[in-house]
């Protein structure tokens, strides 16, 4: 049996270099045969795919995707500091 730390680095090296997701900042936690995806997205289909690629990548776990999806919005005023 693989170690918990092994699977994780495997599952984010997968969520980084798959070309559905390329995402760096998703944390990913080991428990038993269950694995949890952490962090946040901007958008809920980013959300799904990593959920996706996570099982394809360690197809005997059970995922929880606790990944939260965030609202981008355009930058307001333009500050001035004088």
Known sequence: ?????YVAARVQQALAEDGRTHELGIRVDIRGDQ?????????????????QV?????????????????????????EHLD
């Open 1 to 5: 049996m693989e170690a918990p730390q």
């Open 35 to 51: 694995l949890f995806l952490r962090g946040q997205v901007s958008g809920a289909e980013q959300r799904e795919r990593l959920g």
């Open 54 to 78: 996570a099982h394809e990548a360690a197809p005997d776990l059970r995922v929880h995707n606790e990944i939260m999806v965030v609202e981008v919005t355009e930058p307001g005023e333009d």
